[in-house]
């Protein structure tokens, strides 16, 4: 194209208006980069998928955003808000997805002409439920998930005169198991308390219910499942059987490796970080296992959204992609295999990776149980204050924990604290 300095010599102001007034709307109708935002490790993912991106929209290249899971939604978040540096794909984290999906900044990908709707065979059930909002509208399409899965020890098993199956009965039978290893080994069964308390409350949900709020938006810290999971919570601490190390931090590391702790619940992903950077000097010595009494849980998960002020041709493009990582097995075996991203999409279920035997694992085909998991896990029901009643939770049970509050008062206090944020109180 001529140059700009060019135009304007050689043809009037107003021509040279008119030619650049053109050029600028094909610029805009035919974007030279699709820009995606991400975190670690869907950045990753986002790039392998490149040379397919390329192939599919020559002339358009791909730019990946990466920044830490807390500040990349921030920034998300203050991008709806404003209009401004939006990109054209968003990735969002499960435990943030209700605070974005209710803010009404994402598009609607049921809507025509994208129509998710015709592709939900294709996505696990329960996430696609989780993006779902009342009157058919969906603001994300799953990319990966994470099915609940318990980690043992077993050489720490073996030496309690324990088997998996002991820790996978009732919770008194789970309990009565981490007695018998506190004694036997020294192990502690769980890092904290509050690991147990995660899993008890997602039993005996009604349809509708959201884990913190009922099916009418109420705040249910005070229902029997809170008061139940309460006190197994209070029970696992008072008889001595977890470590009370917090997720992530360098005690709940060093637990872990050096025999400390006997078992860790939490997502399929955590068996690949353990073997590759967490603890890979303990391979052999663990192996997977279904959740203790029943319970089916998820653990984290990514969604792709589109910003609902995308131009028209923008956001085509953006769907485009997402269906690319979402909705072709290639990319999410591809996934899987690099990242431990346990595919959202049900086509690759009968894939025979799903059948190999896990050398960390003791060459346990563990997929195969994780695989169950997907398919029987329930979607819960999103409310925009779901990451800030975690928080209540979480204090409520450091009151009754380590501040000897009764349990009644403490969730009472959580209850009128969340129903004051929501305007109940």
Same mark, same amino acid.
């Given at each position: ?113 994208? !129509? ?15 993006a779902s909002l009342p009157r058919g509208r969906v603001v994300?399409?799953?990319? !990966? ?35 018998? +290893? ?6 502690? +069964? ?37 008061? =139940? ?7 696992? =601490?008072?008889?001595?059987? !977890? ?43 663990? %192996? ?36 690319? +990582? ?34 960390? +694992? ?5 997929? =195969? ?33 380590? %501040? ?13 604290l969340l129903q004051q944020r929501v305007g109940q109180a």
């Open positions: 194209m001529p140059r700009r300095r060019h135009v304007l010599k050689t043809l009037g102001s107003g021509a040279a208006g008119m030619l650049l007034g053109a050029c600028t709307r094909a610029a805009r109708a035919q974007p030279s980069r699709l820009v995606v935002a991400a975190y670690p490790s869907i950045d990753q993912v986002a790039r392998a998928a490149a040379p397919a991106w390329r192939a599919r929209h020559r002339g358009v290249g791909l730019q990946v955003i990466s920044r830490q899971v807390g500040d990349h939604h921030t920034a998300m978040m203050t991008a709806l808000a404003t209009g401004s540096e939006l990109p054209d794909v968003m990735a969002i984290e499960v435990g943030y997805l209700g605070r974005f999906a209710l803010g009404g900044g994402l598009a609607d990908l049921a809507a025509a002409p994208i !129509d998710i709707g015709a592709q939900r065979a294709h996505y696990t059930p329960y996430a696609f439920d989780q994300a399409a799953p990319c !990966d998930i994470g099915p609940g899965t318990m980690l043992a020890r077993v050489d720490l098993l073996r030496t309690a005169g324990l088997a998996l199956p002991h820790l996978q009965g009732s919770w008194d039978d789970f309990v009565h198991a981490g007695q018998l +290893l506190r004694k036997r080994t020294g192990a502690w +069964l769980v890092p904290n308390a509050r690991d147990v308390l995660d899993i008890a409350i997602r039993s005996g949900l009604g349809p509708g219910d959201g884990l913190y709020f009922d099916a009418h938006g109420r705040p249910a810290l005070q229902s029997p499942r809170f008061v =139940r999971g309460f006190e197994l919570a209070a029970r696992v =601490r008072r008889l001595g059987l !977890d470590a009370r190390v917090q997720s992530w931090s360098p005690a709940w590391a060093s637990g872990i490796r050096d025999g400390h702790i006997a078992v860790v619940m939490s997502g399929a992903w955590l068996a690949g970080h353990l073997a590759s950077w967490l603890a890979p000097a303990t391979a052999g010595r663990w %192996r997977a296992a279904q959740l203790p009494a029943g319970s089916w849980s998820a653990y984290g998960g990514s969604f792709l959204a589109v910003p609902r002020r995308l131009p028209a041709r923008r956001r085509a493009l953006a769907w485009d992609f997402v269906r690319l +990582l979402t909705l072709q097995r290639q990319r999410q075996l591809a996934a899987f295999a690099s990242v431990d991203a346990f595919p959202a999409l049900v086509d690759t279920y009968d894939d025979p990776f799903f059948d190999a035997p896990l050398p960390f +694992l003791g060459g346990q085909r563990a997929r =195969r149980l994780w695989r169950t998991a997907a398919w029987n896990i329930r979607a819960v029901t999103l409310h925009a204050q779901d990451d800030f009643a975690s928080e209540v939770v979480g204090d409520a049970l450091y009151d009754v924990l380590d %501040r000897g509050v009764a349990q009644d008062l403490a969730l009472r206090r959580a209850q009128h």
